[in-house]
């Protein structure tokens, strides 16, 4: 049984460009979360998908977009890359109940120069 | 507003010591609380979560933590510490009312030394 998995595992962006990173859910999981894990910090969430809808959003700004389909999978989409953007990007999934476990992939190391 | 604290951001204990990582979170309703341990340039791995079923918890690798309602607290204890368990940990909370919403703390890195 396949855990969470996240392509790509490194990137390295400039500022201004925009970035795509992909997670697939861990198999029987309908929710997928991002976080955002700057380096030394603990994970920030982002935002939350469930029925291909954001259902949970954290103190992030616009520029930060996502999207989930039919096949559960996501996707995390940032627009107009700042330096400060540059961290690890986790996905986790879980199934849409309050306490239930999120389940972490490798991350997406991005760098932003 | 709904934070959550580990104290001491770097533990060092000998190999075969007793192993205690802190944990305090801030709200009055007890909430969904988790520990994940992650090794260098690698993901989170659950160690354990507490429900509500049971005040002592076991997780794996031999850790478990206990959950005290009257201190707020979530503290992660191993009898005795192997080199293997050199990583960074994580308390998380699920606060009530925010499905899904993990909280971290800071971290705390354990070094286990020889």
């Known amino acids: 049984d396949a855990g969470v998995t996240q392509s790509p595992t490194h990137l390295i962006k400039t500022r201004g460009q925009q970035v795509t990173l992909r997670c697939s859910p861990k198999?029987?999981?309908?929710?997928v979360s991002w976080y955002q894990q700057a380096l030394g910090q603990g994970p920030q969430f982002i935002f939350q998908?469930?029925?291909?809808?954001?259902?949970q959003r954290g103190n992030f700004p616009d520029r930060f977009s996502g999207h989930q389909f039919p096949n559960y999978s996501s996707e995390l989409n940032v627009n107009a890359l700042l330096l400060g953007d540059s961290a690890l990007y986790l996905c986790?999934?879980?199934?849409?109940?309050?306490?239930?476990?999120?389940?972490f992939g490798p991350g997406t190391r991005l760098l932003v120069l | 507003a709904q934070s959550v604290t580990q104290l001491g951001s770097h533990v060092s204990v000998s190999e075969g010591a007793l192993v205690l990582l802190r944990c305090n979170y801030s709200?009055?309703?007890?909430?969904?609380l988790f520990w994940y341990v992650q090794y260098p340039n690698q993901g989170l791995q659950l160690l354990l979560k507490?429900?509500?079923?049971?005040?002592l918890v076991k997780g794996i690798n031999g850790f478990e933590a206990e959950f005290k309602k009257s201190e707020t607290s979530f503290h992660l204890t191993k009898p005795s510490a192997h080199m293997s368990d050199a990583a960074e940990y994580f308390c998380?909370?699920?606060?009530?009312?925010?499905?899904?919403?993990?909280?971290f703390g800071q971290g705390t890195t354990l070094q286990v030394k020889p």
């Open positions: 986790a999934s879980s199934l849409a109940l309050l306490g239930e476990t999120q389940y």
């Open positions: 198999s029987g999981h309908d929710t």
């Open positions: 998908y469930y029925e291909e809808e954001e259902r």
């Open positions: 709200s009055s309703v007890p909430p969904y």
């Open positions: 507490y429900t509500s079923a049971a005040t």
């Open positions: 998380a909370v699920v606060f009530s009312g925010n499905t899904g919403k993990l909280i």
